[in-house]
């Protein structure tokens, strides 16, 4: 390197440097080092490739000059008499072009500092503005300076550098960064704004109210300071907020202040004048917002905001004195405070403060590039802690903020067990096995069960695709043959039928449904009998005198009818007919709602009383009884509330189980709880009823109890088998029904499917079928039957079949024992039906296809031959029949969650689950996780007993889940908004998507979609249905299922009943979405998963890939933590309502269930994820591997 030039002094360049930077200036830091051996490369560089030289003394010697110049133009040139700065140009050479584009900002602040102090207030402006703005006025007075041509010219590079899009100036020195890592030279949002608010501040010093400026020279007891108490007068009353004058203290002038909607009242109102504020009222408010004049649309003048809420309007007491300037840390009224407050705020007490609305975004992760740089920086002492960007002067976070932010977000299971599950749970190691629900695994029918899935999906995307092509070949422009006053031949006819194509794409329900439909009000079977004349016809008629000696005899005892012998509506009357009801009431349980009110209300009939009276209901959202009620019909799980409020059930004297062969959950443990208080209980009568011929097990559960067969109306049945295995069993029903309806003699078809989907698609094929037969072969009516059908078409499948036709009546298994239709002579069963299964592996409820039992085989052949000998087609071979189904049915309490059921028992005083009689006891790994899983959720405790919380969960009827999230949400203050989520998770799915209306109802469901996910945009959808008054068209305009939102409705208001009795909170958050989505998080933390690097999620729990719903809020938005409601297994295992969370509320809401990750181990999911390279277009993939390589 040349040795340093002379300067005129004697001195060399560096010696003089040393000297002047040791004397005048502290020390040059880190980054200002790197900046000036930066600003020497590039001059070097400049001048290289302009003049040939490339010495980089000789570019430190330059630099060095134009600093001295630039202070010289300073203290000599550029400084007015009153201190202020004129706006010129710098003057001609190219060492002040370079020294211009590139000073950094840091020097220039520094410099600047102490030539502000010499000059006074002048020079207050910032000197980017006052030096390298030249259409600026820096003086307030409007007149522009004089500038120079030629330097206005010659500076035009530097004005349009100095300038960004939007015409805003812009330091120039940061092209001096431009080569230095991006982390460097970023700045935080808070820097910005604070940096922003000086400016305007000083800017804007001149243009401020005089009891504003006061603060700054007679201090802040003479001005306004921040969250200060005053007393002032309703001005104005307006739609979004409330104008409030109001005296400040040492000045005569009035201050006007604005009163926003979310700060007037702690609860949510639609407008101010709700909340009893009236103009002229004298009221307390508090400052909590200073901003500059105009900032806000809803600021008064000068921007002030003010709050009534968190003043006590009696005594004018601040409610909120954490909120005070002296936590802020400052008195200043810029609007730096109103970033500041919120902040604060909401870091000290997130759950408490309720005005705190506003959406913490936050900052943009650093890539791994960025961070190792810093590491590197940090770790060799060049860059001091405090130079880095994001340090956190406040907080005193000195190492990389964003990288200990997202170490904070590891979350992985706590090694915890309870102890009275030691070993047991999977945390020990223990491998959970799926309840096995199919006999023969390998079998044909579970091959035609497994292909039936894909055969679903292939039609469906047919159909779809033919759609779409129909609509794609209509023109677009139908109006032209219309506006056309000489159109061609034909041209209107073809446009006509063409928009009617169109229009039918997007109007009312498919042909085949319409034609369903019928056209007047449907009362089902219409006689002409008298009630008494109808009961003495039924089949258990003839057997009553020995059916009540049979009733007087035992004290339980086992009925086995066919469905239709009139078991369900008259043994209760012979009961009463005995007297039993002397001794307390009868109670009759069903398995369903809609069977328990249709037979109250025919018992009603025939017993002579108005519904509610002697003969009454009782279900889960009605309750139709009274004092004087002897007979009662109720769901099985109404009887299991009452006796977890009564063991001993002393209001009744007799109980009927009826439909016992179904074996509900609810039915299994009543029967348990019954065989005891029989024990207990001699004088009370149990009678359990069934369809199914296979009641010996009943008998020997029931101390060996007589059985009572009562013989139905059956004829002959033959039964017809496939020769061959059938894959595709819908096509081939289909086909049979075609072969029925054309060849065999009158009589109406039965055919058994699994579900609605399969339902639809089979009636809208078997439609058009039939329609491309025409006059050729005689009428068939189609009628589908599913639990969602509307009551009015259900009741259709009851009337006779006009003269020359025949109805093909379409159900699911719902027909083979509940429902009675006569005229049933074929019997189309495929062998399947659905089945909700549990995999306590997986932890979730899945409807999965399955083979038929041999019971339920045989009950539907007998449908058959209820009106005359009929005929049954088993769409399966007999090999099958004999070596793939199961005898029965498992029992839904072997294939289910428990964790409802262990929770009701656990509130009953039984604590041994293993050893409770069930008549088919359920695996021990679903029992272990059921418990588990209310250990988690704080209902039991390390020994297994009910807490008080778990006491308090059992009184609700629903999901443990849903139940300690409702009781959370009332220490959390947000009840109201939870009351409302958790009423529509326990219904259906509200929204309604038309199978020809899919892209519309898409479009309306959007329109509620909420950022936090699909449980905020429920309440959403609530809130507008409450708005418009429960209306029934805004729920048909907007594609939303009226009969869920009502039945929603009904749920909410039984939780609110349980809530009062309780004496619990109803409180309502607003709009502080956080403590909603911190209290669902507290009921579902373990259906909790992370982002998959590659593809979906990972449960946190089992580490199972899962993906979110395509109809999820959330869908394509990839949030890196959520939770979900459930899991559906279709195509792949979706999650279903899902929201968005913080990974910390995790550890704080479930501290005995997730630990922080330990930052020096592996954690489960860090190890399984899988390290992929980046992609590289020039080489295939796994390219990189050894194995690949040639040679």
Not at 796 to 825: H, Q, W
Not at 1022 to 1048: D, G, L, V
Not at 1129 to 1140: F, G, Q, S
Request: aromatic share 6%; proline share 5%.
């Amino acid at each position: 390197m040349a040795p340093p030039l002379p300067n005129a002094d004697g001195t060399t360049t560096s010696t003089k440097k040393k000297k002047k930077n040791t004397e005048d200036e502290p020390p040059l830091t880190a980054v200002e080092r790197l900046q000036s051996l930066n600003l020497v490369s590039r001059v070097a560089s400049e001048w290289n490739n302009h003049l040939g030289i490339s010495d980089r003394t000789l570019a430190e010697f330059v630099i060095n000059l134009a600093e001295k110049r630039i202070k010289s133009f300073l203290k000599d040139e550029f400084v007015k008499e009153d201190g202020s700065l004129y706006n010129v140009a710098l003057t001609d050479g190219s060492s002040d072009k370079i020294r211009v584009a590139l000073m950094d900002d840091k020097k220039k602040v520094k410099r600047a500092k102490s030539q502000k102090q010499q000059r006074g207030d002048g020079l207050e402006v910032p000197l980017e503005q006052g030096f390298y703005e030249h259409d600026k006025d820096t003086n307030g007075d409007g007149d522009m300076s004089n500038v120079h041509q030629r330097s206005r010219n010659k500076r035009r590079w530097d004005d349009n550098d100095a300038k960004d899009g939007n015409g805003e100036p812009k330091d120039s020195g940061k092209r001096a960064m431009s080569n230095l890592p991006a982390w460097m030279t970023q700045k935080s949002d808070e820097e910005k704004k604070s940096a922003d608010v000086r400016e305007t501040s000083q800017r804007s010093k001149s243009n401020l109210p005089a009891w504003m400026t006061k603060q700054q020279s007679g201090g802040a007891k003479d001005g306004l300071q921040l969250y200060q108490i005053f007393r002032g007068t309703v001005q104005r009353v307006l739609d979004f907020g409330i104008v409030v004058d109001f005296n400040v203290p040492g000045n005569s002038e009035k201050a006007s202040g604005m009163v926003h909607l979310t700060h007037v009242t702690k609860n949510r109102i639609e407008k101010p004048k709700d909340a009893g504020f009236r103009p002229g009222q004298s009221v307390y408010v508090k400052l909590i917002s200073i901003g500059k004049r105009g900032a806000s649309a809803g600021a008064g003048e000068g921007g002030l905001m003010l709050s009534l809420k968190d003043v006590d309007q009696s005594s004018g007491k601040d409610l909120m004195p954490h909120r005070s300037a002296a936590a802020m840390g400052t008195g200043d009224y810029s609007s730096k405070s109103d970033t500041a407050s919120n902040t604060a705020a909401s870091a000290s007490a997130a759950v408490e403060e309720e005005a705190d609305n506003i959406t913490q975004r936050q900052l943009q992760g650093l890539t791994e590039q960025e961070l190792f740089e810093a590491q590197q920086l940090i770790r060799s002492g060049v860059l001091p802690v405090e130079q880095y960007p994001t340090f956190d002067n406040e907080g005193g976070l000195g190492m990389l903020a964003q990288e200990t932010t997202e170490e904070q977000t590891e979350v992985e299971l706590a090694d915890f067990e309870p102890s009275f599950l030691r070993g047991q749970t999977r945390r020990s190691g223990r491998d959970l096995e799926p309840i096995r629900i199919v006999k023969n695994p390998d079998g044909s029918l579970q091959r035609a069960a497994m292909q039936q899935g894909t055969l679903a999906k292939e039609r469906r995307e047919l159909r779809q695709a033919q759609a779409n092509q129909l609509v794609d070949s209509i023109p677009k422009d139908l109006n032209r043959p219309w506006e056309d006053p000489l159109p061609e031949a034909g041209e209107r006819h073809f446009a006509q039928e063409l928009r009617s194509i169109n229009m039918s794409a997007f109007d009312g329900a498919p042909e085949w449904k319409q034609k369903a439909e019928s056209k007047t009000l449907s009362y089902g079977i219409i006689s002409n009998r008298s009630i008494k004349d109808q009961r003495e016809s039924l089949p258990i008629y003839r057997l009553k005198p020995e059916l009540m000696r049979a009733m007087s005899e035992n004290q339980v005892l086992v009925v086995i009818g066919e469905t239709g012998s009139g078991k369900t509506t008259q043994m209760t009357q012979y009961m009463h007919e005995l007297g039993i009801t002397k001794n307390g009431m009868i109670g009759c349980t069903q398995p369903r709602r809609v069977a328990a009110v249709s037979v109250a209300k025919r018992v009603s009939e025939e017993f002579g009383c108005t519904l509610g009276e002697e003969v009454g209901y009782s279900i889960r959202f009605d309750d139709a009884t009274s004092k004087e009620t002897i007979i009662k019909y109720m769901t099985d799980g109404m009887l299991m509330r009452e006796y977890l409020a009564d063991n001993d059930l002393k209001r009744y004297g007799a109980l009927m189980l009826d439909e016992a062969h179904e074996r509900t959950i609810h039915t299994d443990v009543l029967f348990g709880l019954l065989k005891d208080l029989m024990r207990r209980r001699p004088d009370m009568k149990l009678i359990v009823t069934s369809a199914t011929l296979d009641a010996e097990k009943f008998s020997s559960y029931f101390f060996e109890c007589p059985i009572f067969t009562i013989p139905g109306r059956t004829f002959p049945v033959e039964i017809l088998y496939t020769k061959e295995p059938e894959s595709d069993y819908l096509d081939a029903a289909l086909i049979t029904i075609m072969q029925i309806h054309l060849s065999e003699p009158a009589g109406d078809i039965l055919l058994f499917l699994t579900g609605q989907e399969e339902i639809d698609t089979a009636c809208e094929t078997l439609f058009s079928r039939m329609k491309a037969l025409g006059d050729l072969a005689p009428e068939l009516i189609i009628l589908p039957v599913y639990s969602s059908l509307p009551s009015e078409m259900q009741s259709r499948i009851f009337e006779p079949a006009p003269p020359g036709t025949r109805k093909c009546i379409v159900a699911t298994n719902i027909a083979e024992a509940s429902l009675t239709i006569d005229g049933i002579y074929y019997v189309v069963d495929p062998g399947f039906s659905k089945q909700k299964a549990f995999n306590a592996k997986l932890g979730m409820d899945s409807l999965v296809v399955t083979p038929i039992s041999q019971a339920s085989a045989r009950q539907r052949a007998g449908r058959a031959g209820r009106t005359g000998p009929g005929k049954c087609y088993r769409l399966y071979t007999e090999m099958a029949y004999r070596n793939e189904m199961l005898p029965t049915n498992i029992p839904e309490i072997q294939r289910t969650n428990l964790g409802n059921v262990v929770l009701q028992l656990k509130a009953m005083g039984i604590n041994d689950l293993l050893g409770f009689d069930f008549m088919d006891p359920p695996p021990v790994a679903t029992l272990v996780g059921a418990m588990e899983g209310l250990n988690a959720l704080g209902a039991l405790d390390d020994e297994g007993l009910l807490t008080r919380l778990g006491r308090k969960m059992a009184e609700f009827p629903l999901e443990p889940n849903l139940s300690k999230m409702l009781l959370l949400s009332v220490d959390l203050g947000c009840s109201d908004e939870i009351l409302t989520i958790t009423s529509l998770l326990s219904v259906d799915n509200p929204f309604y998507r038309p199978r020809d209306k899919q892209g519309q109802a898409d479009m309306k469901k959007a329109k509620f979609h909420q950022a936090e996910g699909d449980h905020l945009t429920l309440l959403a959808v609530y809130k507008a249905w409450e708005a418009s008054k429960f209306s029934n068209p805004w729920c048909f305009e907007n594609f939303i299922q009226a009969r869920s939102m009502k039945r929603a409705q009904d749920v909410r208001k039984q939780l609110v009943t349980i809530m009062d009795r309780y004496k619990l909170d109803i409180l309502s958050s607003g709009k502080n979405y956080k403590k909603i989505c911190m209290a669902i998080t507290a009921g579902f933390f373990t259906n909790a998963a992370k982002k998959h690097p590659q593809e979906g999620y990972l449960t946190l729990v089992d580490q199972n890939p899962v993906y979110i719903h395509p109809s999820s809020a959330v869908f394509n938005k990839n949030p890196e933590w959520v939770i979900y409601h459930e899991l559906v297994l279709t195509t792949k295992e979706y999650m279903r309502n899902v929201m968005v969370i913080d990974a910390k509320w995790l550890i704080e809401l479930a501290p005995s269930f997730y630990k922080k990750a330990d930052p020096n181990k592996m954690t489960k999911s860090k190890r399984m994820e899988k390290i992929e390279p980046l992609f590289d277009r020039f080489n295939p993939k796994d390219s990189w591997r050894l194995s690949r390589r040639k040679g």
